[in-house]
C-alpha cells in the first residue's frame, strides 16, 4: 500500500497558485474572445474577385482601420496597401491615395464608399482611379480606371465582389496564456523529476 504524505505549507502554496493562474487564464481568454470588438488599429484583409470583364481573376489589400466616424461602428481608414493580383499591382506605381471618402463597417466589416487617386500604368503613362464599394453582405465593388495619357483619354471599368476578414495577430491575453500554461507544465515537470 502507498502512503500519502501530507502535504507541506509551501507545496500546498504553490497548488493555490497553480489553480488561481490557471483560473485567471481561463477568465481571460473568455474576456479576450468576448470582447473581440473593432477598434482603430485593426487589420483586414479584403479578398477582391473580378466578375466582369475576366470573372474569378483576384487580387488582395491590406487595410488598417482609423478613428471611429458617424454613425456608431463606422471607421475611417488609415491605411490600404498593397492592392495586387493577377495581371493587377496597383501599388507597383501608386501616385495618391484620398481614403476620406471611404468608411468601413464594423457590423458587417465591409466598406463602404470610393477610394480614388493616380498611378503611373506600364507604360509609364499617368492614370486615375476610383473604386467604389458597397457593404457587405453582397459586397460589390468597381473600379474605373482613366487612362490620361491615351491619345484620346479613355476609361476602363472592372467590377466584382469581395470578402474580408481579420489579419492573423497574435493577441497579448492569447500570448499571457500560453506563457501561464507553459510555465505551469514545466513547474509539474520539475516536481515530478524531484519527487
Same mark, same amino acid.
Request: aromatic fraction near 12%; charged fraction near 10%; glycine fraction near 12%.
Given at each position: 500500500m502507498r502512503r500519502h504524505r501530507a502535504a507541506g505549507p509551501w507545496t500546498e502554496r504553490i497548488r493555490r497558485w497553480t489553480r488561481a493562474l490557471a483560473i485567471a487564464s481561463v477568465l481571460v481568454l473568455s474576456l479576450v474572445?468576448?470582447?473581440?470588438a473593432t477598434m482603430m488599429g485593426d487589420q483586414? @484583409?479584403?479578398? $477582391?474577385?473580378? /466578375?466582369?470583364?475576366?470573372?474569378?481573376?483576384?487580387?488582395t489589400a491590406n487595410l488598417t482601420l482609423g478613428p471611429s466616424t458617424a454613425p456608431?461602428?463606422?471607421?475611417?481608414?488609415?491605411?490600404l496597401t498593397v492592392i495586387s493580383g493577377a495581371g493587377v499591382?496597383?501599388?507597383?506605381?501608386?501616385?495618391?491615395?484620398?481614403?476620406?471618402a471611404v468608411s468601413f463597417d464594423s457590423g458587417t466589416s465591409g466598406l463602404q464608399g470610393d477610394i480614388t487617386g493616380s498611378f503611373t500604368g506600364g507604360g509609364g503613362g499617368l492614370h486615375t482611379?476610383?473604386?467604389?464599394?458597397?457593404?457587405?453582405?453582397?459586397? @460589390?465593388?468597381? $473600379?474605373?480606371? /482613366?487612362?490620361?495619357?491615351?491619345?484620346?483619354?479613355f476609361t476602363g471599368f472592372t467590377s466584382g465582389t469581395y470578402s474580408t476578414e481579420l489579419a492573423p495577430v497574435p493577441e497579448p491575453a492569447t500570448l499571457l496564456l500560453l506563457g501561464t500554461?507553459?510555465?505551469?507544465?514545466?513547474?509539474?515537470?520539475?516536481?515530478r523529476k524531484g519527487r
Open positions: 474572445s468576448s470582447a473581440a483586414f @484583409t479584403i479578398t $477582391f474577385t473580378e /466578375t466582369s470583364p475576366i470573372p474569378g481573376v483576384q487580387a456608431a461602428g463606422f471607421f475611417a481608414l488609415s491605411n499591382c496597383l501599388t507597383c506605381g501608386l501616385l495618391t491615395e484620398n481614403l476620406s482611379f476610383d473604386l467604389t464599394l458597397t457593404d457587405l453582405p453582397g459586397g @460589390t465593388w468597381l $473600379f474605373a480606371d /482613366t487612362h490620361l495619357a491615351a491619345m484620346p483619354p500554461t507553459l510555465a505551469g507544465l514545466g513547474f509539474g515537470g520539475w516536481r
